[in-house]
């Protein structure tokens, strides 16, 4: 092989990686955009009236006029280590405080499982 086609035959693999790496960060990308189109379900689903409405009483932070009669919902993840904590919270408030104004929204099928699942990855989110 001459020194031409050596230098030829490099750029050719230096292009065929970087063609590979832009593929892999492309899907990597349309991974992520899955995924916050579901954390954007989630957030209408906890924002609306007629669903969450967790506005009503909670802070979240980019919501509009919250109320402030619940706890802030905001770092989630430290306050709640353990989804599964949080998850149990929004199914079914009761079980932490039996006069709780919170509204049981797994237990009264207030949201169906597959909304429970997306408020509760957004709320993790926040
Ligand atoms: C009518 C008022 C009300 C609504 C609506 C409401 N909550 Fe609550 N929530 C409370 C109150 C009050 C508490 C404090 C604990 C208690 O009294 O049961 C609480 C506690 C929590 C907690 C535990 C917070 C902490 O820091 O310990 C989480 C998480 C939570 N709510 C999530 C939600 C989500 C998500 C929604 C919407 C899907 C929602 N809440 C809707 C009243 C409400």
Known sequence: MNKKSKSLLSIASALLISASLSTSAVMAKEGSEEGSNALEEGKNLAFTRKKGNCLACH???????????????????QRFPDKAVLRAQIYDASKNNSETMMPLFGRYE??????????VDYIYSL
């Open 110 to 119: 207030v949201l169906t499982k597959d909304e429970l699942d997306k408020v």
């Open 59 to 77: 802070l979240i932070i980019g919501g509009i006029s919250p109320g402030n009669i619940a706890p802030p919902l905001v770092a989630m993840q």
